[in-house]
């Protein structure tokens, strides 16, 4: 480029300049007129993508019918979403950005535990309340507490241990365990196999994490042939499990007469992904199934979604649209959305939710959800397989107790 | 470890190797012959599943896949050419850095268009029922589409070589990854070649990208993750070698695969083993030369 053409380029950004300032001092005003912001951000792009789509899709539904039905408090709520890329260095900033610029009055969390670490300090520095809907690790309310982080979706140690309690009651006792390698996996497994050894102490098991993202789970599939386990119980989820069912089957690891048995976790995006495909007959869990909860605010919630993007809602959309419910109860409670008054509102209270009535209690701030087990059956009504035989372990019997989780943070 | 198991594990090795051996070959062809490194291979390949999921989620029977396969790996392989033409091909004479962030830009811009046209969703499709089940090899089950990912790879193996040692276009391009100046005074038409050598690097990385997409879910992120492994394979293999690049496909398939059965809490690590032993050996990787 020649000196006559750079400089043309450097006058244009400095027009630029003004304009974008104008732009910052915009929004920093519009905060405190007619409106508050809320922001999430959450995984837009890479393989974990589709769960912070769903966030997004429910949080922007949730949005809309607030402001439609005359706002919160009498202001109108903005909505600020951006891609975290799932990384814990991008997120911290656009979480510092949007509380410094935009002002926020509520983040809500992103999909990967990792980030959401990273996002929990911000919070506690700035003082914003936040909510957690789909990332579950239980460092999030153990080790990382503090008083502005609530979460809504039942946590790893739940999880695992709701599915020992539903497995303690199935005849096998030779187990194998298959779980991605990071933070999710191992933890859940472990809960797992701690419940499950306590309710039926003659289990034995194997174990193995592959990558998360693995596109070949071929000689994870032959050793556990070799091993010739009774029942497989799988924390592999959305692509990976479907690309270990289908490389399972194909190996004839599934879907045969003498096939192990399979115990694993399928959503509703996966349910609708494999379609005819879905491994009929096998053990699920799942978060939060539209299909196997009865509740008005459900029902309601699947209409619209349904209405407004013409697919039933998956788990991580039904957590997110509870995560916002629970936040404007809060804020109805207090009254205002000072966020200290808010936090506190918010510690302890009972809110209905699409899953019933749940409790953030004091203690941890974390939600007595339940987790709900079944068995898949196919499903002409909604054209995927969905849960038959539906229980729901209750979130009592799950949570931790208050000496456990004060045991857990002084570890 | 017993034969059954082992004939089990050998299997999965040798068709994990087949399908870094479909990207490492384009990748190595496209660098030998053009002495382009393509940070955009994985984007071409990521472009394959995804056009395969969505011709093979409308055709049916075994000419329907065939058919589907074939049609995503052309469309990928135009891709390829629209890409040289437009893009890469003002970059030859620029530094290594110009073409990495151009080809880099791709991967941001491939992914980008994926997203708004395909969802950000992760993706399957059918395994036809000719290719779906299992055969019994002695006293172990072999996974048939294992095998049918093994038959592509050995067929691409030996068309590119016949490609490349039976053809005037192989010969040209054998000319160029030896001395690219020498061959346009002889006449030859180097920029129809250049363009012709990345179009069929592309329709490899499509091709590769089709046929895994009945094996495991198709989701974004696919692009970076098998590009890093593809060029650790041809690290490994020698930059601008086929052979290295079969050997190198064999060595870490069938590292990854009985590393994974021996010691699984390493299984992350494997590749990047080889590749480290390697270039202690030999920098310039098993059958590369020393840079002159």
């Given at each position: 480029?020649?000196?006559?053409g750079?400089?043309?380029?450097?006058?244009?950004f400095?027009?630029?300049?003004?304009?974008?300032?104008?732009?910052?001092?915009?929004?920093?005003?519009?905060?405190?007129?007619?409106?508050?912001?809320?922001?999430?951000?959450t995984?837009?792009?890479?393989?974990?993508?589709?769960?912070?789509?769903?966030?997004?899709?429910?949080?922007r539904?949730?949005?809309?019918?607030?402001?439609?039905?005359?706002?919160?408090l009498?202001?109108?709520?903005?909505?600020?979403?951006?891609?975290?890329?799932?990384?814990?260095?991008?997120?911290?900033?656009?979480t510092?950005?949007?509380?410094?610029?935009?002002?926020?009055?509520?983040?809500?969390?992103?999909?990967?535990?990792?980030?959401?670490l990273?996002?929990?300090?911000?919070?506690?520095?700035?003082?914003?309340?936040?909510?957690?809907?789909?990332?579950?690790?239980?460092?999030?309310?153990?080790?990382?507490?503090?008083?502005?982080?609530?979460s809504?979706?039942?946590?790893?140690?739940?999880e695992g241990?709701?599915?020992?309690?539903?497995?303690?009651?199935?005849?096998?006792?030779?187990?194998?365990?298959?779980?991605?390698?990071y933070?999710?996996?191992?933890?859940?497994?472990?809960?797992?196999?701690?419940?499950?050894?306590?309710?039926?102490?003659?289990?034995?098991?194997?174990?193995?994490?592959?990558?998360?993202?693995?596109?070949?789970?071929s000689?994870?599939?032959?050793?556990?042939?070799?091993?010739?386990?009774?029942?497989?119980?799988?924390?592999?989820?959305?692509g990976?499990l479907?690309?270990?069912?289908?490389?399972?089957?194909?190996?004839?690891?599934?879907?045969?007469?003498?096939?192990?048995?399979?115990?694993?976790?399928?959503?509703?995006?996966?349910?609708?992904?494999?379609?005819?495909?879905?491994?009929?007959?096998?053990?699920a869990?799942?978060?939060?199934?539209?299909?196997?909860?009865?509740?008005?605010?459900?029902?309601?919630?699947?209409?619209?979604?349904?209405?407004?993007?013409?697919?039933?809602?998956?788990?991580?959309?039904?957590?997110?649209?509870?995560?916002?419910?629970?936040?404007?109860?809060?804020?109805?409670?207090?009254?205002?959305?000072?966020?200290?008054?808010?936090?506190?509102?918010?510690?302890?209270?009972?809110?209905?939710?699409?899953?019933?009535?749940?409790?953030?209690?004091?203690?941890?701030?974390?939600?007595?959800?339940?987790?709900?087990?079944?068995?898949?059956?196919?499903?002409?009504?909604?054209?995927?397989?969905?849960?038959?035989?539906?229980?729901?372990?209750?979130?009592?019997?799950?949570?931790?107790?208050?000496?456990?989780?004060?045991?857990?943070?002084?570890? | 470890?017993?034969?059954?198991?082992?004939?089990v594990?050998l299997?999965?090795?040798?068709?994990?190797?087949?399908?870094?051996?479909?990207?490492?070959?384009?990748?190595?062809?496209?660098?030998?012959?053009l002495?382009?490194?393509?940070?955009?291979?994985?984007?071409?390949?990521?472009?394959?599943?995804?056009?395969?999921?969505?011709?093979?989620?409308?055709?049916?029977?075994?000419?329907?896949?065939?058919?589907?396969?074939?049609?995503?790996?052309?469309?990928?392989?135009?891709?390829?050419?629209?890409?040289?033409?437009?893009?890469?091909?003002?970059?030859?004479?620029?530094?290594?850095?110009?073409?990495?962030?151009?080809?880099?830009?791709?991967?941001l811009?491939?992914?980008?268009?994926?997203?708004?046209?395909?969802?950000?969703?992760?993706?399957?499709?059918?395994?036809?029922?000719?290719?779906?089940?299992?055969?019994?090899?002695?006293g172990?089950?072999?996974?048939?589409?294992?095998?049918?990912?093994?038959?592509?790879?050995?067929?691409?193996?030996?068309?590119?070589?016949?490609?490349?040692?039976?053809t005037?276009?192989?010969?040209?391009?054998?000319?160029?990854?030896?001395?690219?100046?020498?061959?346009?005074?002889?006449?030859?038409?180097?920029?129809?070649?250049?363009?012709?050598?990345?179009?069929?690097?592309?329709?490899?990385?499509?091709?590769?990208g089709?046929?895994?997409?009945?094996?495991?879910?198709?989701?974004?992120?696919?692009?970076?993750?098998?590009?890093?492994?593809?060029?650790?394979?041809?690290?490994?293999?020698?930059?601008?070698?086929?052979?290295?690049?079969?050997?190198?496909?064999?060595?870490?398939?069938?590292?990854?695969?009985?590393?994974?059965?021996?010691?699984?809490?390493?299984?992350?690590?494997?590749?990047?083993?080889?590749?480290?032993?390697?270039?202690?050996?030999?920098?310039?990787?098993?059958?590369?030369?020393?840079?002159?």
């Open positions: 480029m020649n000196r006559a750079r400089r043309r380029t450097s006058l244009v400095l027009t630029c300049i003004p304009l974008l300032l104008a732009a910052c001092g915009q929004s920093a005003t519009t905060s405190s007129g007619g409106s508050v912001t809320i922001a999430m951000n995984s837009l792009s890479g393989s974990f993508g589709f769960f912070g789509l769903a966030n997004q899709n429910a949080l539904l949730a949005v809309e019918k607030t402001n439609a039905a005359g706002g919160l009498g202001k109108q709520i903005k909505l600020e979403i951006k891609d975290d890329g799932t990384k814990p260095d991008v997120a911290s900033d656009l510092r950005t949007e509380i410094l610029n935009d002002k926020i009055v509520a983040l809500f969390g992103p999909v990967s535990s990792s980030v959401a990273a996002e929990q300090t911000l919070v506690a520095r700035y003082k914003i309340p936040y909510l957690l809907h789909t990332s579950n690790t239980d460092k999030l309310t153990l080790q990382g507490f503090n008083d502005y982080t609530f809504v979706v039942p946590n790893t140690g739940m241990r709701a599915n020992a309690i539903a497995a303690a009651k199935l005849p096998y006792t030779r187990y194998y365990l298959i779980g991605p390698d933070e999710f996996g191992h933890s859940q497994l472990a809960a797992f196999k701690a419940r499950l050894t306590q309710l039926k102490p003659g289990v034995t098991f194997a174990e193995d994490y592959p990558k998360l993202g693995a596109n070949d789970y000689s994870y599939i032959s050793k556990i042939q070799a091993y010739k386990p009774e029942i497989v119980y799988s924390a592999e989820f959305a990976d479907i690309t270990f069912l289908n490389q399972a089957k194909g190996a004839g690891l599934l879907g045969k007469p003498d096939s192990p048995k399979f115990f694993g976790l399928f959503d509703v995006d996966t349910l609708r992904n494999l379609g005819a495909a879905a491994p009929t007959g096998v053990y869990y799942g978060r939060a199934p539209f299909f196997a909860i009865k509740t008005p605010q459900m029902e309601q919630f699947v209409r619209d979604f349904q209405s407004r993007y013409n697919i039933p809602p998956s788990d991580w959309a039904v957590m997110a649209y509870d995560a916002y419910t629970a936040w404007t109860e809060g804020v109805k409670k207090a009254g205002s959305f000072d966020a200290g008054k808010v936090t506190k509102a918010l510690s302890g209270l009972t809110f209905q939710s699409t899953r019933g009535p749940l409790t953030l209690r004091t203690v941890d701030h974390q939600v007595n959800a339940s987790e709900y087990e079944g068995v898949l059956q196919a499903d002409p009504a909604v054209g995927f397989d969905t849960f038959a035989d539906v229980t729901a372990v209750p979130g009592a019997d799950l949570l931790l107790s208050p000496d456990q989780v004060a045991a857990a943070r002084a570890a | 470890m017993s034969l059954d198991t082992f004939v594990v299997v999965s090795g040798l068709s994990g190797a087949a399908l870094l051996f479909l990207v490492s070959a384009g990748l190595t062809l496209v660098f030998g012959a002495r382009l490194i393509n940070m955009a291979h994985g984007s071409l390949y990521m472009l394959g599943a995804f056009l395969a999921v969505a011709f093979l989620g409308t055709l049916s029977g075994a000419l329907g896949f065939a058919g589907g396969i074939l049609a995503a790996s052309l469309a990928v392989g135009a891709a390829g050419g629209l890409i040289e033409i437009a893009i890469l091909r003002r970059l030859y004479q620029r530094d290594h850095l110009m073409q990495l962030l151009a080809t880099f830009a791709l991967i811009v491939i992914s980008g268009a994926v997203r708004v046209v395909f969802g950000s969703s992760f993706r399957r499709v059918a395994t036809p029922d000719l290719l779906g089940g299992s055969i019994a090899v002695g172990s089950t072999v996974s048939v589409y294992q095998l049918f990912l093994i038959g592509v790879a050995v067929t691409v193996a030996a068309g590119l070589w016949s490609l490349l040692y039976r005037s276009l192989g010969r040209d391009v054998r000319a160029a990854v030896a001395d690219p100046e020498l061959l346009r005074l002889a006449g030859v038409n180097v920029r129809l070649l250049f363009t012709t050598v990345f179009l069929i690097g592309a329709l490899l990385a499509g091709l590769a089709a046929v895994i997409a009945p094996y495991h879910a198709v989701s974004l992120g696919i692009d970076v993750d098998i590009v890093v492994q593809a060029f650790a394979v041809t690290i490994i293999g020698g930059l601008g070698s086929l052979t290295g690049a079969v050997v190198g496909s064999l060595l870490v398939g069938l590292v990854q695969s009985f590393g994974i059965y021996a010691a699984p809490k390493f299984s992350l690590a494997f590749i990047f083993i080889v590749l480290a032993a390697v270039l202690g050996l030999r920098p310039w990787g098993l059958f590369g030369e020393p840079e002159r």
